[in-house]
């Protein structure tokens, strides 16, 4: 090995801080006329301060300097002489801790790859907290929906209740409703008891745009009341209640057509007409 690849090998010792002043000197007075020496100290130099980005900052203790050089004196006592004295153009006599740019490159290499390694830990948790929070929140909206569902379930099984216990009520008062040589047909039933009056239409197109149907309640010698306003869906069918006073009276039911909204009167001749049976 020739002196000028040993003097190179303090590169990594001087970026590192690892020399006595004694060598710091001898080492830079070599640099003035070693361009060899220069570039593998900005090498080594430029590893050094990756090295140093990549890692956690701590400010070392006071007493680490002394510590290290005591150590490096107690291997090997420092040399005798005047400082100021010109190096000698010999090799160095021992090499430094660090004396290899090779094992300097797998210290930093070691470094960089341990950040990436924690960098992609903590993109994995990310994304797992992504997903189970993203997972929470659709969960979340189908217990929503589900409870809406429900309630919406209930409330049609309630009605549905309410209509079969007024259909089958022994008070209730029915009348069909029908028209000669017409296909459609009504059924009413009248709950006095419950205030309630049940329609169930069949085989009657929807009104017209702007057009309804409209139910209407007629005693002896008095004007018709109106019952309520209603229209069939695309099959021709409707069953739909109605609130009625208690102290109603109902002899005849019948169905008129009338703007959409109902109308304060019949506008139009009765199309569906029935009497209202006893109990």
């Given at each position: 090995?020739?002196?000028?690849?040993?003097?190179?090998?303090?590169?990594?010792?001087?970026?590192?801080?690892?020399?006595?002043?004694?060598?710091?000197?001898?080492?830079?007075?070599?640099?003035?006329?070693?361009?060899?020496?220069?570039?593998?100290?900005?090498?080594?130099?430029?590893?050094?301060a990756s090295?140093?980005?990549?890692?956690?900052?701590?400010?070392?203790?006071?007493?680490?300097?002394?510590?290290?050089?005591?150590?490096?004196?107690?291997?090997?006592?420092?040399?005798?002489?005047?400082?100021?004295?010109?190096?000698?153009?010999?090799?160095?006599?021992?090499?430094?801790?660090?004396?290899?740019?090779?094992?300097?490159?797998?210290?930093?290499?070691?470094?960089?790859?341990?950040?990436?390694?924690?960098?992609?830990?903590?993109?994995?948790?990310?994304?797992?907290?992504?997903?189970?929070?993203?997972?929470?929140?659709?969960?979340?909206?189908?217990?929503?929906?589900?409870?809406?569902?429900?309630?919406?379930?209930?409330?049609?099984?309630?009605?549905?209740?309410?209509?079969?216990?007024?259909?089958?009520?022994?008070?209730?008062?029915?009348?069909?409703?029908?028209?000669?040589?017409?296909?459609?047909?009504?059924?009413?039933?009248?709950?006095?008891?419950?205030?309630?009056?049940?329609?169930?239409?069949?085989?009657?197109?929807?009104a017209a745009?702007?057009?309804?149907?409209?139910?209407?309640?007629?005693?002896?010698?008095?004007?018709?009341?109106?019952?309520?306003?209603?229209?069939?869906?695309?099959?021709?069918?409707?069953?739909?209640?109605?609130?009625?006073p208690p102290?109603?009276?109902?002899?005849?039911?019948?169905?008129?057509?009338?703007?959409?909204?109902?109308?304060?009167?019949?506008?139009?001749?009765?199309?569906?007409?029935?009497?209202?049976?006893?109990?």
């Amino acid at each position: 090995m020739s002196d000028e690849h040993l003097w190179t090998g303090w590169a990594a010792s001087y970026a590192l801080g690892a020399l006595d002043d004694d060598e710091r000197r001898t080492f830079e007075v070599h640099l003035e006329t070693c361009a060899a020496c220069r570039a593998e100290l900005r090498s080594q130099s430029d590893v050094v301060a990756s090295l140093g980005r990549s890692l956690p900052q701590h400010e070392p203790p006071p007493a680490l300097r002394s510590r290290i050089l005591d150590e490096a004196r107690r291997v090997r006592p420092l040399r005798a002489g005047n400082a100021s004295k010109a190096p000698p153009a010999v090799v160095p006599p021992r090499q430094p801790a660090v004396t290899s740019p090779v094992f300097a490159r797998w210290i930093a290499a070691a470094a960089v790859l341990a950040t990436l390694g924690l960098t992609l830990v903590f993109a994995r948790e990310r994304e797992r907290r992504t997903v189970l929070e993203r997972t929470v929140a659709v969960l979340a909206d189908s217990a929503a929906r589900l409870d809406t569902a429900l309630g919406e379930m209930a409330s049609a099984v309630s009605e549905r209740d309410s209509l079969l216990a007024a259909i089958l009520s022994p008070d209730v008062r029915t009348a069909r409703l029908v028209a000669e040589g017409q296909p459609p047909s009504a059924r009413v039933y009248w709950d006095r008891q419950r205030g309630k009056i049940i329609i169930a239409v069949v085989d009657l197109p929807a009104a017209a745009q702007g057009r309804a149907y409209q139910l209407w309640g007629i005693a002896g010698g008095q004007a018709p009341v109106s019952l309520g306003v209603f229209n069939t869906g695309p099959d021709g069918r409707v069953t739909i209640a109605f609130d009625v006073p208690p102290a109603a009276t109902i002899d005849v039911a019948a169905i008129t057509e009338e703007p959409a909204g109902g109308s304060p009167g019949p506008t139009s001749q009765p199309f569906l007409v029935g009497g209202i049976s006893p109990p």
